[in-house]
């Protein structure tokens, strides 16, 4: 960790003073007021997010939580299930699928508490993970947004809890495949950060929603999660206007979760066209203006290169990568409000 990390104060913030008191804690001391807000948003991951539960309550001994369950309509059960097993949890029924962003953002305007953390429903808290990433958090002040390691149900790192953020050179080396060949590479992987275990204190640029806590006066500073954001990026926009106001985001390997997803993402073409639609907005939203053009000239390398190599080989790969190609035009153009 750099000594600007360490040494800088925070920027200040004005904390809201009209905020009603905090709601009882399940965790930690139970009933006392709650200090954190856990938020999971949840769609037709009925199992999965009883499993959240169960383990984010038994994992958490210090950190006074209160925890909510937003609903996206799931048709699971979802809802009644979890009503039924934790009846002390908060559950928010929504009849309409809000989606990630807008329903986070929901919770967290009506959060009283001085933290919030964001928790995906396909993660098991680890023991303690959350009461070493709150205190982390309070002694890092500066970092402003804060996350742990993530892990597969086997135990091997899942390194996507964390980011760096589209570079120039990043955006090259995907383009060319130089980050596909090169994975252990920080040269050739600078978002993935190369070969970096997550085992470390590290400054990074983007902490990934499924295990991102951050003040909720911060959140507030910055209005939440930018709507236009359909599908996936808001979390690095988050991070990265936080990082435009002095913060500076950190992992702290002391909080530890199993996080399923990641393992086959990127893999479908619908999957990889909203991708490709969110970088394409966080270019235009956090580059200078000049290096705009580059940034999607290399998108467009990437999905042309592809979309070539997999017409060689034919089967399944080729007619994914024919519908990526094929809306082009829709993803580069990416998010608008």
């Excluded at 609903?71 to 009503?83: F, I, K, L, P």
């Excluded at 934790?86 to 989606?99: H, K, R, T």
């Excluded at 911060?218 to 939440?224: F, R, S």
């Excluded at 999957?271 to 580059?287: E, G, N, P, Q, S």
Aim: hydrophobic share 45%.
């Amino acid at each position: 960790m750099t000594s600007a990390f360490r040494n800088s104060p925070p920027p200040p913030i004005t904390p809201d003073q009209d905020k009603e008191a905090p709601p009882p804690a399940l965790t930690g001391q139970p009933g006392a007021p709650a200090e954190l807000t856990v938020i999971v948003v949840s769609y037709n991951t009925r199992e999965l997010t009883l499993t959240c539960l169960r383990t984010l309550l038994a994992a958490t001994h210090a950190a006074r939580a209160h925890v909510v369950v937003f609903d996206n309509a799931s048709s699971d059960g979802s809802a009644e299930a979890v009503a039924e097993a934790f009846p002390q949890v908060e559950l928010i029924a929504s009849p309409d699928n809000l989606g990630f962003a807008r329903a986070n953002n929901v919770v967290a305007s009506a959060a009283r508490t001085d933290w919030l953390l964001l928790l995906n429903p396909d993660t098991e808290v680890h023991d303690g993970a959350i009461d070493a990433l709150l205190a982390f958090s309070r002694e890092h002040p500066q970092a402003g947004i804060t996350g742990g390691r993530t892990v597969f149900p086997d135990g091997s790192l899942n390194i996507a809890s964390c980011w760096m953020r589209i570079t120039p050179w990043s955006a090259f080396c995907m383009a060319t495949g130089l980050t596909a060949m090169f994975r252990g590479s920080a040269a050739f992987n600078p978002e993935g950060m190369g070969s970096w275990a997550r085992d470390s204190v590290r400054e990074v640029d983007i902490v990934v929603g499924c295990f991102l806590m951050i003040p909720r006066a911060l959140w507030d500073k910055l209005g939440g999660f930018d709507l236009k954001y359909f599908m996936y990026g808001e979390e690095a926009d988050l991070c990265l206007r936080a990082r435009a106001l002095g913060y500076r985001p950190a992992i702290t390997p002391d909080a530890q979760i199993m996080h399923l997803v990641g393992a086959a993402s990127g893999k479908r073409a619908d999957k990889l066209r909203m991708v490709a639609k969110a970088r394409a907005t966080l270019i235009r939203d956090h580059w200078p203006r000049w290096q705009r053009p580059f940034g999607l000239a290399m998108m467009w390398l990437w999905a042309a290169l592809r979309r070539a190599a997999s017409g060689l080989r034919g089967g399944a790969a080729a007619e994914k990568w024919r519908s990526v190609w094929a809306t082009r035009r829709d993803w580069l153009g990416g998010y608008t409000q």
